[in-house]
């Protein structure tokens, strides 16, 4: 048999004793009361809420002008007990919560809410109550939400895996709704649910972030308490002192008293071969790239590099052949792992500060910058400086006075990429350039380094010797560099030009060769062009030149037709031609 609690009940019986006599009910089942009236008079809605209260107050039901027709004869409690029986109702049984019984029930409250047809066991989602709230701006609404807040953000709510998505009726009505008002909200649907679940994980997080900022102020407020503030300076005091002597680790490249220097190098250009030319020269004490003497070397190298697998880093360490190899104490490689250094975590970076310190690090060569801005999902363009920053922090927490920071270069090529803070940040700003990837030729420069604006090293070339794996500074800009190679170039021609013309007089003893007019206009090209390579001819012993006059005649020496010459011999006639020296730069790393 259905339960008429739960279900719709049989039709309503008029009390079979009107006597007055009779003990009257003071309270009804909620199927009776709801089949007290057809669905025409009251509703549907307002019949289901009904049926699904336990005992309802006959005064209750009596002051609702919707029902008060059906209930002008007053039931008796045989009646209501007679009724049970017939329906399989135990009338003294009670309900499920245990509490609400016959003698205790539901009042004008909950009639009128299920009148208007809420019953009371509706259930609202929070989502639908953000919504009444910001659509009617109710003040109870308001309180009722941050009631809910309060709930879930509790100690015991935060330790649940989950939190309640919906809010009970008993509960809003406590917060001053009307019945009107609390009719008009939406009963929870699944999509509320899900709305309301994500509310309530939003407020966990930003409830967890303000925490987070909280400690971090507390923390920094605790440090404040025992930071010493630099004493008081007046510029009497200061200038009263001596200007120490200006002298450099590292000739013209690398001041004394601690210095940070950026390397910015081009694609191709072979930054891992330089950097590890550094690390021999401040392991060693070798002039650096052949040309920069190294006054005091580095006694605790620690090397990060981001790029390069273990295995690559031995190999290129071992081709560089480091004597003094105690000096290097800590080789970290992170490819594939450069998120281990976020130093922006206070206790990763502490980590990495203790480990530096307890190796007595005195120089730091970190290579390089972009896998760790990567790993850490940081714009190279705009957010440079919240790596480098916690990176000063680490060098300031180690005591280390001294640091390489490797970035790849960008703007032009002529620049670090990225960031223009990071050209402001360092105490010197070095380059590694190179113009045309598919030429060998690189440049080096270090041209803004503390301390050493009145004798920078101005962009020069490197020569790369590939048996040692060494870089030379030799000098000569891209200009000069350009103009040379001109030069060599309209110098084979011209010496083609005079073996052709030679040929031609070869029986002619008292022949004294070209006229400086002819062969310009035999060679072609620029004047200056021409008169650089005649002097970088004789200058190799390759033509001889005889005046007579205001006349000047050009001959092709004798030393440029032997091929057995070690220098430059002529191309398709005698031998091949070119430079003698060897690669003019270092492997593309």
Same mark, same amino acid.
């Given at each position: 048999?259905?339960?008429?609690?739960?279900?719709?009940?049989?039709?309503?019986?008029?009390?079979?004793?009107?006597?007055?006599s009779a003990?009257?009910?003071?309270?009804?089942?909620?199927?009776?009361?709801?089949?007290?009236l057809?669905?025409?008079?009251?509703?549907?809605?307002?019949?289901?809420?009904?049926?699904?209260?336990?005992?309802?107050?006959?005064?209750?039901?009596?002051?609702?002008?919707?029902?008060?027709?059906?209930?002008?004869?007053?039931?008796?409690v045989?009646?209501?007990?007679?009724?049970c029986?017939?329906?399989?109702?135990?009338?003294?049984?009670?309900?499920?919560?245990?509490?609400?019984?016959?003698?205790?029930?539901?009042?004008?409250?909950?009639?009128?809410?299920?009148?208007?047809g809420?019953?009371?066991?509706?259930?609202f989602?929070?989502?639908?109550?953000?919504?009444?709230?910001s659509?009617?701006?109710?003040?109870?609404? *308001?309180? &009722? $939400?941050?009631?809910?807040?309060?709930?879930?953000? +509790?100690? #015991?709510?935060?330790?649940?895996?989950? @939190?309640? /998505? *919906?809010? &009970? $009726?008993?509960?809003?009505?406590?917060?001053?709704? +009307?019945? #009107?008002?609390?009719?008009?909200?939406? @009963?929870? /649907?699944?999509? &509320?649910?899900?709305?309301?679940?994500?509310?309530?994980?939003l407020?966990?997080?930003?409830?967890?972030?303000?925490?987070?900022?909280?400690?971090?102020a507390?923390?920094?407020?605790?440090?404040?308490?025992?930071i010493?503030?630099?004493?008081?300076?007046?510029?009497?005091?200061?200038?009263?002192?001596?200007?120490?002597?200006?002298?450099?680790r590292?000739?013209?490249?690398w001041?004394?008293?601690?210095?940070?220097?950026?390397?910015?190098?081009?694609?191709?250009?072979?930054?891992?071969?330089?950097?590890?030319?550094?690390?021999?020269?401040?392991?060693?004490?070798?002039?650096?790239?052949?040309?920069?003497?190294?006054?005091r070397?580095?006694?605790?190298?620690?090397?990060?590099?981001?790029?390069?697998?273990?295995?690559?880093?031995?190999?290129?360490?071992?081709?560089?052949?480091?004597?003094n190899?105690?000096?290097?104490v800590?080789?970290?490689?992170?490819?594939?792992?450069?998120?281990?250094?976020?130093?922006?975590?206070?206790?990763?970076?502490a980590?990495?500060?203790?480990?530096?310190a307890?190796?007595?690090?005195?120089?730091?060569?970190?290579?390089?910058?972009?896998?760790?801005?990567?790993?850490?999902?940081?714009?190279?363009?705009?957010?440079?400086?919240?790596?480098?920053?916690?990176?000063?922090?680490?060098?300031?927490?180690?005591?280390?006075?001294?640091?390489?920071?490797?970035?790849?270069m960008?703007?032009?090529?002529?620049?670090?990429r990225g960031?223009?803070?990071?050209?402001?940040?360092?105490?010197g700003?070095?380059?590694?350039?190179?113009?045309?990837?598919?030429?060998?030729?690189r440049?080096?420069?270090?041209e803004?380094?503390?301390?050493?604006?009145?004798?920078?090293?101005?962009?020069?070339?490197?020569?790369?010797?590939?048996?040692?794996?060494?870089?030379?500074?030799?000098g000569?800009?891209?200009?000069?560099?350009?103009?040379?190679t001109?030069?060599?170039?309209?110098?084979?021609?011209?010496?083609?030009?005079?073996?052709?013309?030679?040929?031609?007089?070869?029986?002619d003893?008292?022949?004294?060769?070209?006229?400086?007019?002819?062969?310009?206009?035999?060679?072609?090209?620029?004047?200056?062009?021409?008169?650089?390579?005649?002097?970088?001819?004789?200058?190799?012993?390759?033509?001889?030149?005889?005046r007579?006059?205001?006349?000047?005649?050009?001959?092709?020496?004798?030393?440029?037709?032997?091929?057995?010459?070690?220098?430059?011999?002529?191309?398709?006639?005698?031998?091949?031609?070119?430079?003698?020296?060897?690669?003019?730069?270092?492997?593309?790393?």
């Open positions: 048999m259905s339960d008429p609690f739960t279900s719709a009940g049989p039709a309503w019986e008029p009390p079979t004793d009107p006597s007055d003990e009257r009910a003071i309270a009804v089942p909620g199927p009776y009361a709801a089949d007290c057809t669905a025409a008079e009251v509703g549907e809605p307002a019949r289901a809420a009904l049926r699904s209260l336990e005992w309802v107050n006959i005064d209750a039901l009596r002051a609702e002008e919707a029902l008060n027709p059906a209930l002008r004869v007053l039931p008796t045989g009646d209501i007990d007679g009724w029986r017939r329906h399989g109702i135990n009338p003294t049984r009670p309900a499920p919560n245990g509490k609400v019984d016959r003698n205790t029930p539901v009042h004008q409250t909950e009639v009128r809410l299920a009148v208007a809420v019953g009371v066991a509706s259930r989602a929070i989502s639908d109550l953000i919504a009444a709230q659509e009617s701006g109710a003040e109870w609404i *308001e309180r &009722a $939400l941050a009631w809910v807040r309060e709930s879930a953000l +509790s100690r #015991d709510a935060m330790r649940r895996k989950t @939190t309640p /998505t *919906e809010v &009970a $009726l008993t509960d809003l009505f406590g917060f001053g709704a +009307s019945i #009107d008002e609390l009719a008009a909200l939406p @009963t929870v /649907t699944p999509a &509320a649910r899900v709305a309301s679940a994500r509310l309530l994980m407020w966990k997080q930003v409830e967890y972030e303000r925490a987070r900022q909280d400690a971090r507390a923390l920094a407020s605790e440090k404040v308490r025992v010493e503030l630099p004493a008081v300076t007046g510029l009497d005091e200061l200038l009263s002192g001596d200007d120490p002597e200006v002298i450099a590292i000739d013209r490249l001041p004394e008293g601690g210095a940070r220097i950026l390397l910015a190098a081009a694609a191709k250009f072979g930054k891992t071969t330089l950097v590890y030319n550094l690390v021999r020269s401040w392991a060693d004490g070798d002039e650096f790239l052949g040309a920069f003497a190294v006054r070397p580095a006694e605790r190298i620690v090397i990060v590099d981001t790029e390069m697998s273990r295995a690559m880093v031995r190999k290129w360490l071992r081709s560089q052949q480091i004597t190899t105690e000096a290097v800590d080789v970290i490689c992170l490819r594939g792992q450069a998120g281990l250094f976020d130093l922006r975590n206070d206790a990763l970076r980590r990495w500060a203790v480990r530096l307890d190796l007595g690090c005195d120089m730091l060569i970190f290579d390089c910058l972009k896998p760790v801005l990567d790993a850490l999902g940081l714009s190279e363009g705009t957010e440079t400086g919240m790596f480098t920053e916690p990176f000063d922090e680490l060098l300031h927490e180690a005591g280390i006075a001294d640091a390489l920071m490797v970035t790849h960008g703007h032009g090529m002529e620049r670090a960031d223009s803070s990071l050209l402001g940040r360092y105490d700003n070095w380059r590694g350039l190179r113009p045309d990837p598919l030429l060998p030729t440049f080096f420069a270090a803004d380094v503390r301390d050493m604006a009145d004798d920078p090293v101005a962009e020069g070339q490197l020569t790369f010797d590939p048996a040692t794996l060494r870089l030379s500074y030799v000569g800009d891209r200009r000069a560099h350009a103009n040379d001109a030069a060599e170039a309209r110098m084979q021609e011209m010496l083609n030009v005079l073996a052709d013309d030679r040929e031609a007089h070869s029986d003893d008292d022949y004294l060769g070209m006229l400086t007019t002819d062969l310009r206009d035999a060679v072609g090209g620029k004047k200056e062009t021409l008169t650089a390579a005649i002097r970088l001819a004789e200058s190799r012993d390759l033509l001889h030149i005889t007579r006059g205001r006349a000047t005649y050009h001959r092709l020496a004798d030393e440029a037709r032997d091929p057995l010459n070690t220098g430059t011999v002529i191309e398709g006639r005698f031998g091949g031609f070119g430079d003698t020296a060897g690669s003019s730069g270092p492997p593309a790393r």
